[in-house]
């Protein structure tokens, strides 16, 4: 009788060591559960912040890891137990701001996983958002010029739909131009008489918001925030939205240039700068100068008062270099000022 060879045993067993291992990593994985992937909420008061809180089981044998993958509405934001031990629960919460949302609605967020079995989870949140307070017009819209002079207050109404009594307990605001948030001030006050809504019995009240003469050029975005003692109802929030545009605005608004100086000896260059008044009234140019010499300058006028044209001509005397100077617009009204344009410009010999 002849014995087998030990080398022909051992690869049979390194391949049952090695499926061992690989049946060991299999069974350490985490396994999700989600008690309920959908939760109503039901009706509530628009303005206030609902919550549906989704449970989360590891019933598998390696730590759960979650992350949040995004929600479908804005409205919406998820706070949620990052990791979950083997064997436990987490929570996965979703805020809904209901101001953001009139009637019915329904946010969705996706949740990502480290199951391999279930890498993403879709939850989703039905909430009915109730006005017990309306408000009109229930925005604030803007469409002005820089330093405008007329006034700017828009005034609001404020009721109660199921004819309750109640106070207007405080006002917050915040106004935002481009990067740059101002400080504002909104006020209210109970409506008299002559100011009431015809056959609306409860509460009125007044709420206004005027938007500062300083506020710079640029896209207007903002919110004013209502709060009151009503019992279904305690805050309103109200948009802000527009645009303050420049008085005068030029085009390029910061022009650079380069030339070849022996072209500009034969014949000089002339570049056009267009420069519209968005201002209420005519607004014209007086004069114009510049910090830059063999610059010549002049305008031509398209519509008076309303629309210019800018000539800035380079000749022939502008040595070899860079330069960096301003053209300074004299208009003839003192909304506008002086304007300055930022001029840049590179002379080469060839």
């Known amino acids: 009788m002849h014995s087998r060879p030990l080398f022909q045993s051992t690869p049979i067993l390194l391949l049952l060591a090695l499926a061992g291992s690989v049946a060991a990593l299999a069974?350490?994985?985490?396994?999700?559960?989600?008690?309920?992937?959908?939760?109503?909420?039901?009706?509530?008061?628009?303005?206030?912040?609902?919550?549906?809180?989704?449970?989360?089981?590891?019933?598998?044998?390696?730590?759960?890891?979650?992350?949040n993958l995004g929600t479908t509405c804005a409205c919406a934001v998820a706070e949620f137990d990052q990791v979950i031990a083997p064997g436990g629960k987490g929570r996965y919460a979703v805020k809904v701001d209901t101001s953001m949302i009139a009637g019915p609605g329904q946010a969705q967020a996706t949740l990502g996983t480290n199951d391999p079995e279930t890498p993403k989870v879709v939850l989703s949140v039905r909430v009915h958002s109730r006005s017990y307070l309306s408000v009109e017009p229930g925005y604030f819209r803007y469409d002005v010029y820089q330093n405008f002079p007329q006034d700017s207050t828009v005034e609001q109404t404020i009721w109660s739909n199921d004819g309750a009594e109640f106070e207007v307990t405080g006002v917050r605001s915040e106004l935002s131009v481009g990067s740059r948030t101002m400080p504002?001030?909104?006020?209210?006050?109970?409506?008299?008489?002559?100011?009431?809504?015809?056959?609306?019995?409860?509460?009125?009240?007044?709420?206004?918001?005027?938007?500062?003469?300083?506020?710079?050029?640029?896209?207007?975005?903002?919110?004013?925030?209502?709060?009151?003692?009503?019992?279904?109802?305690t805050t309103a929030h109200l948009p802000i939205t527009g645009f303050v545009r420049p008085v005068f605005a030029v085009t390029p608004p910061a022009p650079k240039y380069q030339y070849v100086q022996a072209e500009l000896v034969k014949e000089p260059y002339i570049h056009?700068?267009?420069?519209?008044?968005?201002?209420?009234?005519?607004?014209?140019?007086?004069?114009?100068?510049?910090?830059?010499?063999?610059?010549?300058?002049?305008?031509?006028?398209?519509?008076?008062?309303?629309?210019?044209?800018?000539l800035v001509t380079a000749t022939g005397d502008l040595p070899v270099g860079k330069y960096d100077g301003k053209l300074f617009i004299e208009t003839d009204s003192e909304i506008s000022g002086t304007l300055e344009v930022p001029l840049s410009f590179h002379v080469v010999a060839e």
């Open 27 to 67: 069974a350490d994985t985490p396994k999700i559960v989600v008690s309920e992937t959908v939760i109503d909420l039901g009706t509530v008061a628009r303005g206030t912040q609902a919550v549906a809180n989704f449970e989360i089981e590891n019933t598998g044998s390696a730590p759960l890891e979650l992350r």
């Open 184 to 233: 504002v001030t909104a006020s209210f006050r109970r409506a008299g008489d002559d100011e009431r809504r015809a056959n609306t019995p409860g509460s009125q009240w007044k709420v206004s918001f005027a938007l500062p003469r300083d506020t710079p050029v640029g896209a207007i975005t903002g919110w004013v925030r209502i709060d009151t003692d009503h019992e279904r109802q």
């Open 272 to 310: 056009r700068l267009h420069v519209r008044n968005f201002a209420d009234q005519a607004i014209g140019i007086a004069s114009l100068r510049t910090d830059v010499e063999g610059l010549e300058l002049s305008y031509e006028t398209e519509e008076e008062g309303r629309l210019y044209y800018v």
